[in-house]
């Protein structure tokens, strides 16, 4: 009896650890260049993940002149550091996109640029 009292707080023990770093561990997109052509907003991101499954951008929103213009949601990050994601949008000169990728575990990057 008294083993098994051991045996699961140190189980508890084990798995609290292993979630504080986890969450130690989780980290907002570092780096996002916007570029755009003709009819196409090509968007680069830079988000370091081992676990592309259960910690990757999970959501990118796009504004056009500051109005929510497309919402695009994930349920993996494609690569493991850099990726690359295209959206068809039409913009004329003067107008501002901008975007905002957001980390399933912590934080978000937003960029922004002028047509």
Known sequence: MKYRRYAIIGIFLIISSLMISMQAAAHNPRYMKLNYEPDTLDVLILHFSFGPKIHYVYKVDIEKNGVLYSTESYTSQPKFIFFRYNYNLTATTGDEL???????????ITRSITI
């Open 98 to 108: 901008t975007v905002t990728a957001y980390c399933s575990l912590f934080g978000k």
